[in-house]
């Protein structure tokens, strides 16, 4: 290219900023679509539990959501599954939670510490 540049090779550098402008703005869409999905999916799955669960079992996995938030997810999509293929009848209450994070959640090593 020379010092100065031409009105067509202006015109051109142009037209590839603005596609590049395009193509940045359509990606962003596609995010923002994603992120949409994700927070409806989200909503869904909370009326399934607040529909699933009393407010003891709620309470109880919130608690468990503090210390283990990995395993209460799982314990959310077991209780969600159970809830879509129709396995639960009523409302699990407090107890069946315990039994189901007892069944969930991986066998633990016991050390008993014996003092002489």
């Known amino acids: 290219m020379s010092e100065n540049p031409t009105d067509e090779e202006i015109e051109k550098l142009r037209e590839k900023k603005l ?15 994603r992120e949409t999905q994700r927070q409806q999916a989200e909503a869904q799955k ?3 539990l607040r529909k699933s669960l009393t407010d ?9 959501k503090m210390s283990k938030p990995e395993f209460a997810e799982q314990v959310e999509q077991q209780v969600v599954a159970l809830a879509q293929s129709g396995r ?6 407090e107890e069946q939670m ?3 994070l007892q069944e969930l959640q991986p066998d633990q090593q016991e050390f008993n510490i014996k003092r002489r």
């Open 56 to 64: 003891s079992a709620r309470q109880r996995l919130n608690s468990v």
């Open 98 to 100: 315990k039994s189901l």
């Open 46 to 48: 909370k009326a399934l």
């Open 88 to 93: 639960i009848q009523g409302q699990i209450d």
């Open 19 to 33: 596609e590049r402008l395009k193509e940045q703005q359509e990606g962003g869409a596609g995010d923002e679509a």
